[in-house]
């Protein structure tokens, strides 16, 4: 795989190493002092490019990236060239692929995105990075069978098997990386609060299915799309939901009260769902507790019954 740096992050980091080691700058001073002599122009510009990219493999800056990619085989063998672009913040750190899955044997770019100071010095976004990979990695993988189209639409019940798809990504992500050892860790608890919060609502997704997707059998792209396209097949779902099968909410059927397709079931196992329940059974004909109803609905209705007196319908 061939690496290649944007220039202008080579220059950066270097300065951010010799700001850390100050002991470094008499000999960084030693060589480029002299090319400031000669006339200015793209011959004296390229010749501060090289001194600087010399510099860089010196320290040993390019060993991050170098190292970091191969701890992945699947990304080193297959990768044709390795992009290494700054970042214009930590948090836009990223790594990325580029690949056609129309055609297997177009170029496979990996874009790594990075300030000039963790590539200095990446101990902070080591981490950060690995789950990064190891997400590029899933997808290089002919096992895992990654398929981008099947994540791309735009309908709002395209937009939420998205968000599930990724969350459960994430933890399937977390859970190889920490069991391995390469990653401290630590993150597990906001990750199940990101996963009961995508699964919210009356879906309320038992927290075993998140201990379950923690220590999983190995999961693949197709698995993924399935229990984020329906939560009953989240595995731990059968047991804490006896008889969940009757549930008539599913992504996308009609809410029970206004009739409009739902992605946003409310929690009828709430304290305000229990409310809400009373109210609809006793004003509702035919109305039970299978029958989903929409958060909208929900909160409008639960809004009129507040004061506990019924001004129009329900
Ligand atoms: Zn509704």
């Given at each position: 795989m061939k690496f290649e740096y944007d220039p202008r992050l080579i220059e950066l980091a270097v300065f951010h190493r010799v700001r850390v080691e100050p002991q470094l700058e008499p000999a960084v001073h030693a060589v480029l002092d002299p090319l400031y002599l000669l006339p200015a122009g793209t011959a004296r510009d390229a010749r501060f490019h090289q001194a600087y990219a010399e510099m860089f493999q010196q320290l040993g800056l390019n060993r991050f990236v170098e190292d970091l990619l191969a701890e992945q085989p699947i990304v080193a063998g297959k990768a044709d060239r390795c992009l290494v672009r700054q970042a214009a913040r930590a948090r836009q750190e990223s790594i990325e692929l580029y690949q056609r899955d129309d055609d297997p044997s177009a170029t496979r770019t990996v874009l790594v995105q990075l300030t000039p100071e963790h590539l200095a010095d990446p101990d902070p976004c080591r981490d950060e990075m690995r789950r990064e990979l190891q997400h590029v990695a899933d997808m290089m993988d002919p096992a895992f069978q990654y398929r981008?189209?099947?994540?791309?639409?735009?309908?709002?019940?395209d937009n939420l098997v998205r968000d599930r798809y990724h969350v459960m990504w994430n933890v399937y992500v977390e859970s190889r990386l920490t069991s391995a050892g390469h990653i401290a860790g630590g993150r597990k608890t906001a990750l199940r609060n990101g996963f009961l919060r995508s699964f919210g609502g009356r879906f309320n997704p038992p927290v075993a299915a998140f201990e379950a997707l923690w220590a999983p059998a190995k999961?693949?792209?197709s698995a993924l799309m399935a229990m984020a396209q329906d939560p009953r097949r989240l595995p731990g779902w059968e047991e804490s939901n006896a008889g969940g099968g009757?549930?008539?909410?599913?992504?996308?059927?009609?809410?029970?009260?206004?009739?409009f397709s739902t992605f946003d079931w409310f929690d009828l196992q709430s304290e305000a769902g229990r409310r809400l329940v009373r109210i609809l059974v006793e004003r509702r004909d035919g109305w039970d507790t299978a029958s989903g109803v929409c958060r909208q609905c929900a909160e409008a209705c639960l809004a009129r019954h507040a004061s506990g007196s019924a001004l129009c319908g329900v």
């Open positions: 981008a189209a099947d994540l791309a639409g735009q309908s709002p019940q999961l693949d792209h009757d549930l008539r909410e599913t992504l996308g059927s009609p809410c029970t009260l206004c009739g």
